[in-house]
């Protein structure tokens, strides 16, 4: 969603803010506003559009300076509504991520006192009251004018009355400091820093950190001082950089031998069919008291969760939830101290998965986080967890992430199932058989000229139904998401049993079907879903295990990946659904690495 950045040292700003800005674009964003102090004024620029679209719009002065990526909530897409915000004498600058829920109430008694507003943005108020309670000190009228808010965010400042600092703060939208020499930073994500430095202090909720060229003040909301800790990020730089790639999607697809590598890194001891996740701090006996386990996420995110109660079910024999953490926060959640539950995301800062997380931990419950961001709310809330190690991901559409999610959930069911039910052999199998996919995958992403000759074949077509049974159901659900989300065609994931309870009645020649079906235990039946569809003229690509011939007797086209064990199909089959999505969109034109009306950290209800 929208995006922060800010400077303070003796370069030139600007340059820097718009690369910074440039680095969050992946997170999607519809207008963008730049803000400097020198000689004693606030200079700034905001406008609907891309970033730098004119590179003069860019070019202010000042060694000071802030920058915003904006995706619209209150007020429509405007350049008026775009940050930064002024107070009404123009001294102090504003830009903000989340929602000040008591704007209106705010606003209009900031109007009856005087107060002149701009823009219809729930942000605005927030400049206004800072200059409602300046009193010679930037820090502390921030801190008093969010003692007033109500909402969500993460919040950079700067005044020319103090041309020395800038102040920033935390609630509920995330925030770092970038430590520098001579020179530090703020940003909304690690990844728009990782050029500048490796040193980053994750502000917490409800702190405000003042910067200046030499170095960092934290409080609290309530004025008593933190001592920050500084954190090293590991990440390398050029893993945000597109190298030679036309899109970070395309790269990100292709990373994923290594992504999955780094995901069972030390994880596993093939020899002896065992795996271990140390950040779960999970005991045997506790491991063996678990009966009941919930995978709660949002999107792609949640597909990864329900292939792990497919593999965790299989090998463990513990009953399983994969749910919707949009549904689960509002609903009777039924739990008890037997369940564990696991929150699943890539960024670490989805509202919804973070709202789940802590309604659950408000029952005394334990949650464990599966996730990709270091430092971000879910790894930092969650009571232990696990990283994916998948790296910044760029592309908004999901891919490596969700390799790496379920990479690392198939090691959790092999955990769980050798305390459980699953032999030496077993465990040695499923562990050796990790051990070979990237190799497997690599093999897939040779196909990736007859994908995209197959894109070609079925670019017009607008409609597309993606089916698959037991491990690649929720593989049908993901490919049929990764469609519609970039390539803007109308495609459905079902259970390819269930495709004739209704969802068959849409078929005919113009309908075509995407089955995602290896040769497994549940072949046959799919062999018979397949010949409902011919029934109805309706078109099949499928996806099966290679030197499954006998497939092309019942389908239109086929892409052949190399077999598996059942269970670990998906990190298979989840390749061409990538590969055929992606180039849809790409043959079409569009803007895969940002699609439209999507973010790529959805941090809003
Ligand atoms: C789809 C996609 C989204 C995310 C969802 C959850 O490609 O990226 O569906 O999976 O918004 O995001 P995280 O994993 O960051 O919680």
Redesign the pocket.
């Known amino acids: 969603m929208c995006g922060i950045i800010a400077y303070i040292g003796d370069k030139k700003a600007s340059p820097i803010l718009v690369d910074g800005l440039k680095k969050l674009e992946y997170r999607g964003y519809d207008s963008w506003g730049l803000a400097t102090v020198d000689s004693g004024k606030i200079n700034f620029v905001k406008s609907v559009g891309r970033i730098g679209q004119n590179l003069e719009m860019t070019n202010l002065v000042g060694t000071i300076g802030m920058g915003h990526t904006r995706w619209a909530t209150h007020g429509g897409v405007t350049d008026q509504n775009a940050h930064p915000h002024l107070d009404c004498e123009g001294k102090i600058a504003v830009i903000h991520n989340g929602i000040i829920e008591n704007f209106a109430k705010l606003k209009e008694q900031l109007i009856n006192e005087g107060h002149k507003f701009r823009s219809e943005t729930d942000t605005e108020v927030l400049s206004h009251l800072i200059e409602k309670y300046y009193e010679g000190n930037l820090k502390e009228a921030v801190r008093r004018a969010l003692l007033c808010v109500d909402g969500t965010y993460g919040i950079v400042v700067i005044s020319s009355k103090e041309p020395d600092r800038i102040v920033a703060a935390r609630h509920g939208s995330p925030l770092v400091v970038g430590v520098g020499e001579g020179e530090n930073y703020f940003a909304s994500d690690a990844t728009a820093l990782m050029p500048y430095t490796k040193k980053v202090v994750f502000i917490e909720e409800n702190e405000i950190v003042e910067i200046t060229k030499d170095g960092f003040y934290t409080i609290t909301i309530d004025d008593k001082k933190v001592d920050s800790k500084i954190h090293e990020i590991d990440w390398e730089a050029d893993l945000a950089e597109k190298k030679g790639f036309n899109h970070f999607m395309l790269k990100e697809i292709f990373e994923q031998p290594k992504i999955m590598e780094n995901a069972f890194a030390g994880r596993i001891i093939p020899s002896e069919g065992i795996a271990h996740l140390g950040g779960l701090n999970l005991t045997t006996e506790e491991l063996l008291k678990v009966k009941r386990i919930i995978f709660i996420?949002?999107?792609?995110?949640l597909h990864a969760g329900l292939v792990g109660k497919y593999m965790i079910e299989e090998c463990a024999s513990i009953p399983c939830e994969a749910e919707c953490a949009s549904e689960l926060r509002y609903k009777r959640i039924l739990l008890d101290k037997d369940t564990l539950v696991f929150v699943?995301?890539?960024?670490?800062?989805?509202a919804d998965?973070i709202a789940a997380m802590r309604e659950i931990q408000r029952k005394g419950i334990k949650v464990l986080g599966i996730s990709n961001v270091v430092g971000s709310t879910i790894a930092r809330e969650t009571d232990g967890g696990v990283f994916v190690h998948a790296g910044p991901e760029i592309g908004?559409?999901?891919t490596k992430?969700f390799l790496a999610q379920i990479t690392v959930l198939a090691i959790l069911a092999l955990e769980f199932g050798r305390v459980r039910n699953l032999s030496f052999m077993e465990g040695k199998e499923i562990a050796s058989e990790i051990k070979k996919i990237p190799e497997k995958i690599k093999k897939i992403l040779e196909q990736n000229d007859k994908i995209k000759n197959l894109a070609e074949k079925y670019r017009d077509y607008k409609n597309f139904l993606y089916l698959g049974r037991r491990f690649n159901y929720p593989l049908a659900l993901e490919g049929a998401?990764?469609m519609k989300?970039i390539s803007y065609v109308h495609a459905e994931g079902y259970s390819a049993g269930e495709m004739k309870h209704g969802a068959i009645a849409m078929i005919d020649e113009k309908f075509p079907c995407v089955f995602v079906a290896p040769k497994d235990s549940v072949y046959d039946k799919t062999i018979s879903n397949m010949q409902e569809i011919k029934a109805r003229s309706g078109k099949i690509i499928a996806v099966t295990t290679e030197d499954n011939y006998e497939i092309e007797k019942y389908v239109d086209d086929v892409i052949y990946i190399p077999e598996t064990l059942e269970m670990l199909e998906p990190l298979l089959t989840v390749i061409p659904i990538q590969l055929l999505a992606y180039h849809m969109a790409e043959i079409k034109g569009l803007d895969v690495d940002k699609p439209r009306n999507l973010a790529k950290?959805?941090t809003v209800e």
């Open positions: 996420a949002c999107g792609t995110a699943i995301s890539q960024s670490g800062e989805t998965t908004v559409a999901s992430a998401l990764k989300e950290s959805v």
